[in-house]
């Protein structure tokens, strides 16, 4: 059974980090992409970072470029997504996903159940 458990979240101050952590269960994530997912409240599911298989490739969302890294770890099963330099807009609940990889929720065929980040001071 696919299981994708996020952790991490929370409440931080404008500018302050956090790390997500995606841990995996039920498949190998050497073999699919890996992808972040956001959605604030009213607003569509947004695309936030991908990392591919092999070669590491990623994709960043144009609102995270600079401020937002993914990276895995295979020998763990474990996605990461770590956050700096937080904004208010970046409040949503974020998700993790594995599949084709890419920022489009379409590409993707399991997801976690969500955890929220609130960016407020």
């Known amino acids: 059974q696919v299981q994708l458990v996020e952790s991490g979240g929370g409440l931080v101050q404008p500018g302050g980090s956090l790390r997500l952590s995606c841990a995996a269960s039920g498949f190998t994530t050497d073999y699919y992409a890996i992808g972040w997912f956001r959605q604030a409240p009213g607003k569509d599911l947004q695309g936030v970072s991908s990392i591919s298989t092999s070669d590491g490739f990623v994709y960043y969302a144009d609102s995270v470029k600079g401020r937002f890294t993914i990276a895995r770890d295979n020998a763990k099963n474990t996605a990461y997504l770590q956050m700096n330099s937080l904004k208010p807009e970046d409040t949503a609940v974020y998700y993790c996903?594995?599949?084709?990889?890419?920022?489009?929720?379409?590409?993707?065929?399991?997801w976690g159940q969500g955890i929220q980040v609130t960016v407020s001071s």
């Open positions: 996903a594995t599949g084709a990889g890419g920022l489009i929720s379409a590409n993707y065929d399991y």
